[in-house]
């Protein structure tokens, strides 16, 4: 495993802390054992983790972490996970303008 997800299995599960008891036990123990076995130790996560995702400063790796989580263990039906991805679908795209930007910034 890559440091940066060591960083990123770090920051997720400092990201647990701020959710609910019911929705960690619904993340497989295997899984979270992985998860558990491979955080940097050494990584610091500073960030507020009961502030809404969107407003959390975190690595790229981590908010796939969390969406992969969210995806296949926290939507309960298929019409919620039909919605959760057409959400990260317009959340790549506005990903991707925001680099093009960027890029056309730098020129």
Same mark, same amino acid.
């Given at each position: 495993?890559? =440091?940066?997800? !060591? !960083? /990123?299995? /770090?920051?997720? +599960?400092?990201? &647990?802390?701020?959710?609910? #008891?019911? $929705?960690? $036990?619904?993340?497989?123990? !295997?899984?979270? $054992? @992985?998860?558990?076995?491979? /955080? ?12 809404? @995702?969107?407003? @959390?400063? &975190? ?5 796939? +972490?969390? /969406?992969?989580?969210? &995806? ?8 919620? *996970? #039909?919605?959760?991805? =057409?959400? &990260? *679908? *317009?959340? =790549? +795209?506005?990903?991707? +303008? *925001? #680099?093009?930007?960027?890029? @056309? =910034?730098?020129?």
């Amino acid at each position: 495993m890559t =440091e940066q997800y !060591k !960083k /990123a299995c /770090a920051e997720f +599960l400092h990201y &647990l802390k701020g959710i609910r #008891q019911c $929705d960690i $036990d619904r993340i497989p123990n !295997k899984l979270m $054992d @992985l998860i558990r076995r491979n /955080a940097d130790p050494e990584h610091k996560c500073d960030f507020d983790y009961t502030l809404p @995702l969107h407003d @959390l400063q &975190l690595m790229d790796e981590t908010r796939g +972490l969390i /969406a992969m989580i969210c &995806l296949n263990y926290w939507c309960r039906t298929n019409e919620e *996970k #039909q919605r959760f991805i =057409e959400h &990260l *679908k *317009k959340n =790549e +795209l506005k990903y991707k +303008l *925001k #680099q093009y930007r960027k890029m @056309l =910034e730098e020129y």
